[in-house]
């Protein structure tokens, strides 16, 4: 794997002949049955656990060639493989096993006055892309949900974690030779030239019906930008929370601080805190005092400054910033109408938040946001699609066409309109 | 309307403009009741009505423009105005008035074991662009279609029938100001240079979130093949039938004939006729001369021309020619696998019929034929939202995104998650 490639006609060649392979294997997947299905992805799981050894030492080389080129923490805890991280991985594989299977499940369906019977019925989407970065446990997740949604998948790893990728690849595989489904179902792209992402991204002949590029912001945006295909992706996660006067309040503190600092560095982290102006005198202080407790740098517009002292100024940036850290900005606004603004000029239309009892509040907060994913008296960090009882996630969309909020296996299919008839003609 | 302009760099500030204000236009409009949109819908059907003479005057100007111009008859019939056709189209938007609002329904709902209450809710998808040609009943019926699913719109019709689209146009935008929504939900492109449908199809500033191109296969390329946004749309509807051998004879003749002859200019009419091998001798002369009695041309495969006499002959080209005629290309086939083989092979993905009894039969033709809409015992022309009972299309579509089949009101949505929660923190 990974070899040297001459130029970039080769690799043309190369997932041109990757995206053909793809396509061929979608068709046999796409009419495979459930149990076909679950049989292969439990093999897969079975096969990553007796492989544990293997792929430690995949990752152990993957590990060594990155030692000293002074990456980030982060980037190398991303990049470790430990024996319970592959076998949290298997028993992944062994959860979407379990999930219902959506391909064939009927959508809708209804009678007409001249007697067809009308039926919408969930069919794979056809060849998945996925574009990652370090992490290779991304190969298991994102070959068993396409698997299980019954679409062929193209996988695109970060150079960096390619033995460690290969060595769950080769997994998939052999779960896929046991159920007797075709190896080519999901493949992984043997080269670390970027001239292959380039490929994928203009949808490898016509092979790729979608790109979930899983990543950091400058993956996701250059496959937004450059792709000619479908994207399922987010940008950003630049999460509010309102907290309106009619809120309890320590329900309130619950929840932002859980919202912010539960783990800084998931899409789901709040990012900006709104309170009431009316509940200046009673939420705000007690608000910002437990995030502070909690760890949690505060950035404040001026009026918020005046009545907390020792906070940071948030300047007009601070609203416009992801910050995946132990920071929040927090700013007073007008009642709901103020947060909906608000949202509006700075939402990411990912997940937000609203904190209140008064329901006539939570209804303007529901309908007027339009953002993915909104919550009532919860916490942001919800926005998960296992979370969600979907079992398991390619990643979450914004976007509004297809797919938006947490990408399960439903969300990886298309559907057909079957129509039963005894003779109809059209007058 | 449609000034002289004096260079591209102005087309594009106008074509930005008229974005930013379908933008603005698009949040009111989706929190914007069902009984307002109805009330603007019902006021531009009367004053559609109540503009009659002004459209018609309109129409006639449009149509002394192309007089002598060598335009095919077929064009000058799209464009042509009755006072029919206006009471017609005034019916149409009464009809999409009358249908259900799909924005704020609840797609799916379920509990968590966390008490968290999940719901999917349809939401508008934003602002929809339509490139469409000649015939101007389509700035009423995508005016209003986009309206009914809160979407605000960006018509771009064809310059021949500008006038008539302006006057009906003006009608669109009476009914809006009835209902004190905003005007520019529906706007009409005012220019007719073609460098405004190139700013459409790159999204006028991020501002489309889909284009509907509405007319013949060139401009569908164009839009296909040049948009950088998401379109919905079919390049071609090459619609097969197979006739098994466990088809009734009558029915398999009443449903070829209709499929194909009853009107031959439609997406959904018939250009292939498969029939099974193993019924060569009972069902293949009937079948072909029904359609030969009815005026169609029958190009045919050896083995047909050597059982029926007088046909011509079929080349390969046939097998991926939508006619849009009066002709039909027929082949025997190895049964349903056969006439699996081939659909999979040259069909467009759009619409195939089976006519057949065995319910095996029709099993493998439902599950492995992946087309929009597949009909079994009935006429392939049945491929139409307003038969599919969704209240008016804007189209077909043959992608897997999103929108997949007949384009109805529904299909012109996108969903958002509400989720409620009692002060749930994620552990």
Known sequence: MLDAVANGRDIDALMLDIGARATAAARPLAIASTEQKNKALNAMADAIVAARDTILAANADDLREVEGSGLQASFIDRLTLTDQRILDMADGIRAIAAFKDPVGEVIAAWDRPNGLKIERIRTPLGVIGVIYESRPNVTADAGALCLKAGNAVVLRGGSDSRRSSAAIHACLVEGLRVADLPEDAIQIVPVADRAAVGAMLTGLGGSIDVIVPRGGKNLVARVQSEARVPVFAHLEGLCHIYVDASADLDMAKEIVVNAKMRRTGVCGAAETLLVDRTAAQTHLKPLVEALRAAGCEVRASEDVRRLVSGLNPATEDDWSTEYLDAIISVRLVDGISGAIAHIGTYSSSHTEAV????????????????????????????????EFGMGGEIGIATGKMHARGPVGVEQLTSFKYRVHGTGQTRP
């Open 355 to 386: 904190v209140a009892e008064d329901p006539a509040v939570v209804e303007r907060f529901f309908s007027e946001v339009d953002s993915a994913i909104l919550l009532h008296n919860a916490s942001t960090q919800f926005a998960d699609g296992g």
